[in-house]
């Protein structure tokens, strides 16, 4: 099992660019989350999904979309990346909803906007 | 929302206990803790889901106080791979708005 993977590992965007991070579980999970992790501030949920072909806002939505076509798949777009962005991306799942079950985290892609 | 964690910072020797707390302004339902070592992901440690709960494994435990809407994380006879950034995950009411504290760096030197 690779549990939860990450793509790309690192990317370095000019403002203004689009890019795609895409994560895969292959734990059957039904629950995918993408946090964005600051320094000093903790991770903080972006969006999230309940299930396949669903999304619904986190705490820090703006500037980011995301989808879940396929239940292993969670992928979070920048359409237009700001410096505000610059970050590291973590991708987790979770078989029953987050504050009841165990988080597992991918090893992050570490983003920045120039 | 963000739960409160103190202290930011704890530097221990090898053998030194440490308490880490985390503190919520809202009525608590779960509370989950990770640790992270630099550079990598979170790794889960305990979730408590009932008030009066308390867990643990090897000398790492954890206690949830549900009418003081907080946390405690207690490592004893701290070892060097205890070192990291120890996370509380709190649920506020239920559904999905699950909120990370900003994280307690705790570094142990022989």
């Known amino acids: 099992n690779a549990g939860v993977t990450q793509t790309p590992k690192f990317r370095v965007l000019k403002t203004g660019q689009s890019m795609t991070l895409l994560c895969a579980q292959d734990m059957n999970h039904e629950y995918m989350y993408w946090y964005r992790q600051d320094p000093g501030m903790g991770l903080r949920l972006i969006h999230y999904s309940v299930g396949e072909g669903t999304t619904a806002k986190g705490e820090v939505p703006d500037g980011y979309n995301v989808s879940r076509l396929k239940k292993q798949n969670f992928l979070l777009g920048l359409e237009s990346a700001a410096p505000s962005q610059t970050s590291v991306y973590f991708c987790a799942s979770s078989h029953d909803l987050a504050g009841a079950d165990t988080q597992y985290f991918g090893p992050g892609t570490r983003l920045t906007v120039l | 929302q963000q739960p409160v964690q103190s202290p930011q910072a704890v530097i221990l020797r090898e053998g030194e206990d440490a308490v880490i707390n985390c503190s919520s302004s809202k009525a608590l339902y779960s509370v989950h803790w990770y640790r992270q070592k630099h550079g990598e992901a979170p790794v889960f440690l305990m979730i408590?889901?009932?008030?009066?709960e308390q867990k643990g494994h090897d000398k790492i435990s954890a206690s949830f106080n549900e009418k003081k809407q907080q946390s405690s994380l207690y490592l004893t006879a701290s070892q060097l791979s205890y070192s990291g950034t120890y996370f509380c995950?709190?649920?506020?009411?239920?559904?999905?708005?699950?909120?990370f504290g900003t994280g307690t760096s705790l570094t142990v030197i022989p």
């Open positions: 408590l889901l009932k008030g009066g």
């Open positions: 995950g709190t649920e506020i009411n239920t559904g999905n708005q699950f909120y």
